[in-house]
């Protein structure tokens, strides 16, 4: 499950690894076991290294996730200036009209 995960976004992210293409080289035993995912074109086997993805994914998912705060933060800025723009125009009328009400009543008419 995990690693079809792994492969899904190396594919659409066109990234390999976590840093770059060493993340897959493992130490122990020296062997490079580089996905599929990894390739440009995915279905070269093997993956030759002009055909790997040079960007890890670390960095990209970063950089994406980055970008949607940022949206979200903005829109909610946004959204709030909205409603406290509307909120003080509304303060503004209630209040503007419980003076014109006042404004209309006689002075002495409780004596």
Same mark, same amino acid.
């Given at each position: 499950?995990?690693?079809?995960?792994?492969?899904?976004?190396?594919?659409?992210?066109?990234?390999?690894?976590?840093?770059?293409?060493? *993340?897959?080289?493992? #130490?122990?035993?020296?062997?490079?076991?580089?996905?599929?995912?990894?390739? %440009?074109?995915? #279905?070269?086997?093997?993956?030759?290294?002009? #055909?790997?993805?040079?960007? $890890?994914? $670390?960095?990209?998912?970063?950089?994406?996730?980055?970008?949607? %705060?940022?949206?979200?933060?903005?829109?909610?800025?946004?959204?709030?200036?909205? *409603?406290?723009?509307?909120?003080?125009? %509304?303060?503004?009328?209630? +209040?503007?009209?419980?003076?014109?009400? *006042?404004?209309?009543?006689? +002075?002495?008419?409780?004596?």
């Amino acid at each position: 499950m995990c690693e079809h995960i792994v492969d899904v976004i190396q594919y659409r992210w066109k990234c390999c690894g976590l840093d770059d293409v060493n *993340f897959w080289i493992s #130490d122990c035993d020296n062997k490079t076991l580089i996905p599929a995912s990894c390739c %440009m074109p995915e #279905d070269v086997h093997p993956c030759l290294k002009k #055909d790997i993805f040079k960007e $890890g994914c $670390g960095p990209k998912g970063f950089t994406k996730f980055h970008l949607e %705060m940022t949206v979200f933060g903005v829109s909610f800025l946004l959204m709030f200036l909205i *409603f406290l723009t509307i909120f003080i125009i %509304m303060v503004y009328l209630i +209040r503007s009209q419980q003076e014109e009400y *006042f404004l209309h009543v006689p +002075r002495n008419w409780m004596w």
